[in-house]
């Protein structure tokens, strides 16, 4: 199932014209993980997202609940 993450991934790397092969060689990750991430995987590692997600110039983190 694809989630808003996947989406805005696929999406980027369609904008660049990039494979998803380019964009794993460019982001430092595997190719398995990149198809992982685009597919919706949930658990994938939070460190490897935000390398890819460092090249569109964003980053995903953890937003501490108020108690």
């Known amino acids: 199932m694809e989630s808003k993450l996947s989406l805005f991934v696929k999406e980027k790397r369609k904008q660049l014209k ?3 092969s ?12 990149i198809r992982e991430l685009e597919q919706g995987k949930q658990t994938v590692r939070l460190d490897k997202v935000n390398q890819v997600l460092a090249l569109f110039g964003s980053k995903m983190g953890v937003i501490k609940k108020s108690e």
């Not at 380019?22 to 993980?33: Q, S, T, Y």
């Open 18 to 20: 990039l494979t998803q």
């Open 22 to 33: 380019e964009l794993a060689e460019r982001a430092g990750v595997g190719l398995r993980f």
